[in-house]
C-alpha cells in the first residue's frame, strides 16, 4: 500500500493532476458552504440539446490555450526558449481566414452566398498561414540562431498589424453558421474540444511511435552532442516551430469561429502568456530537454479552470487577478524544485530515524 | 535543402521588408499630403484674408472599431474646406508615441487648434505646455487627461449619464409592463476604463434607489468573446433566476445572446430576458428594430460638431465651458415607452423603426 502510494506520488503527472484538483476542490467548499450539492461543480448535463455544465466549459474554453500548449511544448523542449508569438499569430490567421473568405475590403457576411471564396480555401489558408508564420520564426532561430525570445518578438509585435492590414482595418464579420462550427458545437458536444482533442491525440501518437519525440527531447537537452550523434538538430528545431505556428493557426480558426468574426485587436490577446504558463504548471522546465505532452494540457485546463472558479466563486473582475496569481503562486511553489528536494529529505531523515529507533 | 530553407528565409524577410516600406511609405505619404495642403492653406491665408481657413489639426487614436470610424468620418465632414477649415489628420495607430509626435508636428506646422483623443490619460502635461506656449488651444476629445488641464474644452460622452438612463428606461419599462421584480446580471467592460466606471455607477445608483437585485457583475472586457464566456457562466450559476441581462457594449451583447441561445434562454422582445446594450452600432440598433435587443444606450462618436461650435466660440472671443457632453440617444425596440427622466430632466426615448435606422451615419 505504502509502495504504491510512494509509486504514485513520484509519477511526473502527480503534482499537475493534483494542482488541477487543488482548483477544482475549492469549487466543491464553495458549493457545500453555500447549500448546493458537492457535485455541483462536477454535474453534465444536456440543455437546449446542448451538453452543459462547468467542466463543458472549462474542457471548451481551455481548447484555444491546449492547442497552443503542444506547440509551445515542442518549442521549448528543443531550444530551451519561448515563442511569444503565438498570440499575434492567432490573431493573423484568424484576420487572413476572414479576409479570404468574405474577400478584401468586405466587412460583413451575413449568408454563404456571399462567400469570396469557398470556406475551405479560408480554412487551409489560416493554417499555411500559421505554417508560414512558424517556418520564419523557425529560420531566424534554428538557421540563424538567434535567440527565441527576440526572433518571434518580431511577429509578436508585427502580427496584429500585418491582420489589421489584410482586413482592411475593420472588424470582419462573418455571421454565418457555417462558419460558427468551429467555435460552437457539432452534435451535443462543443466542437474546440473534439479539436482540441484530435491535436492532442495526433501529436501524441505521432510522438510515441515515431523517434521524434526523443530527437527533439536529446536536441533540447544537448544540441551539439545530438548533432555529433548523426540528428539534424536544426531542422528538429524549425520543425518544432513550423508545428507551434501550425497550433497557433487552428487555435486562431476556432477563436475566431467562436465569435464568427476576426477581431484582430482581441484574438489571441495575452494567450501566449497562458502557453507559456501551462507549459510551466504542467511540470516543463522551461530550460528545454525532457518534456511532457499531456503536463502541458493538463497545465492549460487548469489555467481555464482557475477562470472558471472565479466566476462561479462570483468574484468581481477586479479582484479576480490578484485571486488568479496567489493560485499560480501556489502552484509553482509547490512544483518548486527546492520544495520538493527538502519534502524528500524530510521524508529520509524521518525513515531514518524511524530505522534508528526500530535498531535500539 | 539548407540553400532551399534560406532561400525561403531571404523571401520571408524580403517580403516583410517590403510589407514595413510599403507601409512607411504610406504614412510618409500621408505625411507629406497634409503636410502640402497645410502650405497651400497658409498660402491661401496670405493671399486673401477674407477667405481664410481655420488650421486644425487633429490626432486621432487609431481605428480599431466602427466606432472609431464614425468619429473620424464626423471630423472629416465637419472640417471640410467648405465650411472653412484646413483639417490635417493623423492616425496613431494606437500608439501614444505616435500620437505625441503629432501633435509636436502640428505644434511646428503652427496649427491654429489642435484636436487630441488621447489614446493613455497620463503622460499629457509637458506635450500641452509646448501647445500653450505656442498659443494653440487644445481640445480632448472622447478619451480624458488625467495629468493636465492646459486644454480649453474637453468634449465627450458623460457614461454616468448613460448608466442612469439605462435604469430610468427599464425602472419605466418595468412599470409599464407590470413585471415587479427585476433580478438583473451586468457584463462589464474592461476593468478601469472610465466607460465602465461610469455606466456601472449609473446604473448601479438606479438600482439601489428602486431596490432591484442585482445578481451578479463580471467583466467581459468589451469584446464578443469575452460576453459569451461570461454570460455561458451566468446562465449555469442563475438558471431561471434573472429576467434583465446589461451588457456595457453592443460586442459582448452579441456574444450574450450566442451564450443565452445556446443555453436555450429567450430573450428581447417577448423573450424571458430584457437584453439592453451599449454603444448603438448600426448592426445593434438594427438588431433593436427586429427586437433581439431591447434597448440601445447610444456613446455619441460625434465630437467633431461640437468642436466646430467651440471653435466658433473662440473666434468670437468667448471662452467655453471646460467639460462638455455631446448629446446622446436613448433607443429602445417597443413604443410604451416614450420618454424619462434623467436627473430631472426630460429625456425622449427613440423607437427604432426603418427611417430612424437609415438616419444613422455609423
Known sequence: MKNKLKKLTQQQLFLPIVCVLLVLCVNVVYDVAHDRAFYDFFRIYIQNDLLNGRIINILNRGSEVAILAIGMTLVVSASGGTDISVGSVMSLCASFCCMLIAGFGVSSVSSAEEFATPMIVGLLGALLMGCLCGAFNGALVSYLNIQPMVATLILWSAGRAIGLLLCNNLIVYIRVPEFGVFGGYLGPIPTPIIIAAVCVAVTSIVLKKTALGMYIQSVGINKKASRIAGLNSQKIIFCCYLLCGLCAGIAGIVASSRITSADSNNIGLDMELDAILAVALGGNSLAGGKFNLAGSIIGAYTIQAITTTMYNLGVTSAQAPVFKAIIVIVIVVIQAPPLKAWMKKRKAAKASVQKEVASV | ?362
Not at chain 2, 493671399?47 to 466602427?66: C, K, P, T
Not at chain 2, 505625441?100 to 493613455?120: C, E, K, L, S, T
Not at chain 2, 439592453?276 to 460638431?305: H, L, R, T
Request: proline share 2%; net charge negative.
Open chain 2, 1 to 362: 535543402m539548407k540553400k532551399f530553407l534560406a532561400l525561403i528565409l531571404a523571401l520571408s524577410m524580403a517580403f516583410a521588408l517590403v510589407a514595413c516600406g510599403g507601409n512607411s511609405g504610406n504614412t510618409t505619404g500621408n505625411n507629406t499630403n497634409t503636410g502640402n495642403t497645410g502650405n497651400t492653406g497658409s498660402s491661401d491665408n496670405t493671399g486673401s484674408s477674407d477667405g481664410e481657413l481655420i488650421r486644425v489639426g487633429f490626432a486621432q487614436v487609431g481605428h480599431e472599431s466602427d466606432w472609431r470610424a464614425a468619429s473620424t468620418n464626423s471630423a472629416y465632414e465637419v472640417f471640410s474646406e467648405e465650411n472653412g477649415y484646413d483639417l490635417s489628420f493623423v492616425d496613431s495607430d494606437n500608439d501614444s508615441a505616435n500620437q505625441i509626435a503629432a501633435v509636436r508636428n502640428f505644434i511646428q506646422q503652427g496649427m491654429d487648434y489642435i484636436i487630441i483623443d488621447p489614446i493613455v490619460s497620463t503622460g499629457w502635461d509637458a506635450v500641452l505646455t509646448e501647445c500653450e506656449e505656442a498659443g494653440i488651444p487644445v481640445f480632448i476629445i472622447d478619451r480624458t487627461v488625467d495629468d493636465s488641464d492646459k486644454y480649453v474644452s474637453w468634449v465627450g460622452s458623460d457614461f454616468l449619464v448613460e448608466g442612469q438612463a439605462c435604469g430610468e428606461w427599464l425602472k419605466a419599462y418595468a412599470e409599464d409592463k407590470g413585471i415587479e421584480e427585476l433580478n438583473i446580471l451586468v457584463i462589464e467592460g474592461s476593468v478601469g476604463a472610465s466607460a465602465t466606471i461610469g455606466r456601472t455607477d449609473g446604473f448601479k445608483e438606479i438600482a439601489d434607489r428602486e431596490g432591484w437585485t442585482i445578481l451578479d457583475s463580471q467583466s467581459g472586457d468589451f469584446t464578443e468573446a469575452g460576453g459569451q464566456e461570461v454570460m455561458e457562466s451566468y446562465c449555469q450559476s442563475y438558471a431561471g433566476q434573472f429576467n434583465v441581462v446589461i451588457c456595457q457594449n453592443d460586442n459582448e451583447a452579441s456574444g450574450a445572446m450566442t451564450a443565452m441561445d445556446n443555453a436555450g434562454v429567450t430573450y428581447g422582445v417577448g423573450g424571458d430576458v430584457i437584453l439592453v446594450s451599449f454603444d448603438a452600432n448600426k448592426p445593434y440598433v438594427e438588431m433593436v428594430m427586429q427586437g433581439k435587443i431591447n434597448a440601445n444606450f447610444e456613446c455619441n462618436p460625434m465630437a467633431a460638431p461640437t468642436v466646430a461650435e467651440l471653435i466658433q466660440m473662440m473666434e468670437n472671443g468667448e471662452t467655453p465651458e471646460k467639460e462638455i457632453y455631446v448629446t446622446e440617444s436613448w433607443f429602445v425596440a417597443e413604443d410604451n415607452v416614450t420618454e424619462i427622466t434623467v436627473n430631472g430632466e426630460v429625456q425622449p426615448v427613440i423607437h427604432v423603426t426603418q427611417e430612424v435606422l437609415d438616419a444613422r451615419p455609423y
